[in-house]
């Protein structure tokens, strides 16, 4: 597979493993509404702080949405430095993809927006550290019009109207959710009117003609009703009812369930030839899987290829978005949305939400490391989703917690009102805290049982782990194995190496939380008082602390 080369390239992919995993403290001043909600914003260098993410949540985030800096002229605040050289954007998005993509759930996407001037790099390295078996699409989005200042130099260059999105799995194919969007114009295939019935008679014709097995039965039904059509053109009808032309499509688009078209289908086609007509200008004929099919009585039979079938065109006013999306409102109030002023580079919630509901449902987790004004984080709170959501700087405080708040309080601007939202939730505030371990490899002197336990946890398993209740030193299972720690008197034992020590004593009580296991264990401690003969027989590989605790590469 072909890979990318840049100056610094070679520290660069090993940058992720020499960040200092430290601890998350919590400023609860900062944090708002429901404290318990699992939402998190976290306020830091956001390299260190996805580091410091990864024993708690590794495996676990069904969505990653990053908006990062572009690496053009246009700078987005004094935090993110816009006008990089390409190796310096590298440099600092190779790391930091590393560890999202360890965040990043087996059935999870994780979406990027970017540009061109950085897309096709970003692509190469992200097929790299995703695997390019794992990209699912490259979306463009329409981001602008073609009009104002952008078309001053028009002759020169095509105008930049679209964006990228790219998107990857965590290894499985989850299935993908995306609505349809309406049509913004109407399909002039459909020019024709079905007069004779109501709209009560249609409706009823469309629902027998849904019945996933009908039969004979429901045919003759169909055809009773039928047997009033006629059919005429919408010119005609229009010109007979001098419907103004200007109204002419709000009004094909209002009646669209009594619009149609015939095209061609040869399976149709065989079974109208043998199905008896109703006596209108539609018919109904049964297949042999019993779907209902309508078709036009009068067909020519003699035409090789015969428009026959019926078709609805409230069946066609929406349609599948694909891989260019165009119905993503840019102007005319994102830069109001939530409250707070972020020049040129606010993304849509409506966008934000689209991304967002791919592959999540309510009370997944959601994260994005770039969070900007805070719009991921108020999508997924509108959506029903946890979220976490990590600003460098300033912007935290001044503008993605006070957007938050606004959202808890039931604010109604952006997606709000599609939503429902009436407000509720809460979240945490954090902040960076002192690494877990000295540069030296100690461990820091204060650090508590459940914070030492996670990341030992993680060190072996690579997955995060969950704090029991009650703490006890058996950390559970995973693959067959078992893991214990014996640290900080969690033993109750309070005197100096208390309970840090593997003893018999120690032993019997970490069996005591292991229940029915009875496989190899690996305890870590302070140190070990049984001979290697009793740590053989008993299954058991002892780890010293500090010196056998690595963080996980």
């Known amino acids: 597979m072909p890979t990318l080369r840049w100056l610094t390239r070679d520290e660069d992919v090993r940058a992720a493993e020499k960040v200092p995993y430290r601890l998350l403290e919590e400023v609860e001043g900062l944090g708002y509404g429901d404290r318990d909600a699992g939402n998190m914003l976290i306020q830091g260098d956001n390299l260190e702080a996805l580091k410091a993410l990864l024993p708690y949540y590794a495996g676990q985030v069904k969505c990653i949405y990053i908006d990062p800096p572009y690496n053009t002229k246009a700078a987005i605040s004094e935090h993110y430095d816009d006008n990089l050289e390409h190796a310096q954007w590298l440099a600092m998005m190779w790391p930091r993809l590393e560890l999202l993509r360890e965040l990043l759930a087996p059935d999870?996407?994780?979406?990027?927006?970017?540009?061109?001037r950085q897309g096709a790099y970003l692509t190469v390295i992200l097929d790299e550290i995703f695997g390019r078996s794992n990209r699912l699409n490259t979306v463009a989005v329409k981001m602008s019009e073609a009009s104002g200042v952008k078309m001053a130099h028009a002759e020169k260059r095509l105008p930049k109207l679209k964006e990228w999105l790219i998107i990857y799995t965590g290894g499985n194919k989850p299935p993908i959710n995306i609505d349809p969007i309406p049509l913004s114009k109407w399909n002039d295939e459909y020019k024709t009117l079905l007069c004779g019935l109501t709209q009560d008679e249609i409706r009823e014709l469309r629902e027998l003609q849904s019945q996933e097995t009908a039969d004979e039965e429901i045919v003759g039904r169909c055809n009773a009703i039928l047997a009033r059509t006629r059919l005429e053109s919408l010119a005609n009808f229009f010109k007979e009812n001098k419907v103004p032309k200007a109204e002419q499509e709000r009004w094909k688009f209002e009646n669209a369930y009594r619009i149609v078209q015939a095209v061609g289908?040869?399976?149709?086609?065989?079974?109208?030839?043998?199905?008896?007509?109703?006596?209108?200008?539609?018919?109904?004929?049964?297949?042999?899987?019993?779907?209902?099919?309508?078709?036009?009585?009068?067909?020519?039979?003699?035409?090789?290829?015969?428009?026959?079938?019926?078709?609805?065109?409230?069946?066609?006013?929406?349609?599948?978005?694909?891989?260019?999306?165009?119905?993503?409102?840019t102007t005319g109030g994102v830069g109001q949305e939530g409250g707070v002023l972020f020049p040129n580079s606010k993304k849509p919630e409506k966008l934000v939400q689209k991304i967002v509901g791919l592959v999540t449902n309510p009370g997944d987790l959601v994260l994005d490391s770039f969070l900007g004004s805070g719009t991921t984080a108020a999508v997924a709170q509108k959506m029903g989703r946890r979220y976490i959501g990590i600003e460098?700087?300033?912007?935290?405080?001044?503008?993605?917690?006070?957007?938050?708040?606004?959202?808890?309080?039931?604010?109604?601007?952006?997606?709000?009102?599609?939503?429902?939202?009436?407000?509720?939730?809460?979240?945490?505030?954090?902040?960076?805290?002192?690494?877990?371990?000295?540069e030296d490899g100690q461990i820091q002197p204060d650090i508590r049982f459940p914070i030492l336990a996670a990341h030992i946890w993680f060190a072996e398993t690579g997955s995060p782990w969950?704090?029991?209740?009650?703490?006890?030193?058996?950390?559970?299972?995973?693959?067959g194995h078992g893991y214990a720690?014996?640290?900080?008197?969690?033993?109750?034992?309070?005197?100096?190496?208390?309970?840090?020590?593997?003893?018999?004593?120690t032993l019997a009580l970490i069996r005591e939380g292991m229940g029915d296991f009875t496989g190899p264990l690996t305890v870590y401690g302070e140190r070990t008082a049984l001979s290697e003969a009793t740590l053989k027989a008993e299954q058991i590989e002892f780890k010293q602390t500090p010196y056998d605790v690595k963080a996980r590469k």
Not at 392 to 421: F, Y
Not at 466 to 479: A, I, M, R, Y
Request: glycine share 12%.
């Open 108 to 116: 999870g996407l994780f979406v990027c927006s970017i540009d061109d």
């Open 265 to 329: 289908s040869s399976s149709v086609y065989n079974l109208a030839k043998s199905s008896p007509k109703s006596g209108g200008a539609i018919s109904a004929a049964l297949s042999a899987t019993g779907l209902v099919y309508f078709f036009k009585s009068d067909f020519d039979q003699t035409a090789k290829q015969p428009r026959v079938q019926i078709i609805f065109a409230d069946d066609a006013l929406l349609t599948h978005p694909g891989d260019f999306w165009t119905d993503i409102k």
């Open 392 to 438: 460098m700087g300033d912007h935290a405080v001044t503008h993605c917690a006070p957007r938050l708040q606004k959202v808890i309080d039931g604010e109604q601007g952006g997606i709000s009102q599609a939503q429902n939202w009436q407000g509720g939730g809460g979240f945490r505030f954090y902040r960076l805290g002192p690494p877990v371990f000295t």
């Open 466 to 479: 969950t704090e029991p209740q009650p703490l006890t030193p058996f950390l559970g299972v995973k693959g």
């Open 485 to 505: 720690l014996l640290y900080n008197g969690i033993l109750g034992d309070k005197s100096v190496s208390g309970g840090n020590v593997l003893t018999r004593k």
